[in-house]
């Protein structure tokens, strides 16, 4: 929440290195907003390849011009079982993480100031400071390069 009204964040989280690699945020939770994360996350990570892009059930996610943008993305749409969070437990735990560690600490007079820290949040303290135990306490960054420096070493 801000003085200006509600602001909605859609994010997507590459699982292997737990990086929030796309996320957007705006004033309502359209079908636009997810597609504007979905293509920050394709535009900064270009992936080969089959990709398996995971969502929750909305109506956002189901639409056609999402699942349309999936395919030109090479990637193979998955939705959670109805009514169940816990496939989806990967972001909706990054959901409750950045409201404990950042929206609710804060009161924002804008929207444009909570996007600023929001943006500030993943961008500079979650994927590249904050540890994550479910890849051996390193951050999202320092184990990405770890794999790629496995991968250079092994050639």
Same mark, same amino acid.
Request: charge should be positive; aromatic fraction near 18%.
């Given at each position: 929440? #801000? !003085?200006e009204g509600w602001l909605y964040l859609a994010s997507i989280m590459d699982l292997y290195q737990r990086e929030i690699v /796309?996320?957007?945020? !705006?004033?309502?939770? #359209?079908k636009a907003l997810v597609l504007k994360a979905l293509d920050r996350a394709y535009d900064?990570?270009?992936?080969? /390849?089959?990709?398996?892009?995971?969502? !929750? %059930?909305?109506?956002q996610y189901a639409s056609k011009d999402y699942q349309d943008r999936l395919e030109q993305y090479n990637m193979i749409g998955s939705m959670s079982r109805k009514g169940n969070c816990y496939d989806n437990a990967c972001i909706e735990s990054f959901h409750s993480i950045i409201k404990k560690e950042l929206i609710?600490?804060?009161?924002?007079k804008t929207r444009e100031e909570a996007k600023k820290h929001i943006y500030e949040y993943i961008e500079?303290?979650?994927?590249?400071? %904050?540890?994550?135990?479910?890849?051996?306490?390193? #951050?999202?960054?320092?184990?990405? %390069?770890?794999?790629?420096?496995?991968?250079?070493?092994?050639?």
């Open positions: 929440p #801000t !003085d /796309g996320w957007y945020a !705006d004033k309502q939770m #359209t900064k990570k270009k992936p080969k /390849g089959k990709v398996l892009h995971h969502s !929750d %059930r909305g109506s609710y600490l804060n009161k924002f500079f303290f979650y994927n590249r400071k %904050r540890i994550h135990s479910s890849i051996g306490y390193f #951050t999202p960054l320092q184990y990405e %390069r770890m794999y790629y420096n496995s991968i250079k070493n092994a050639a």
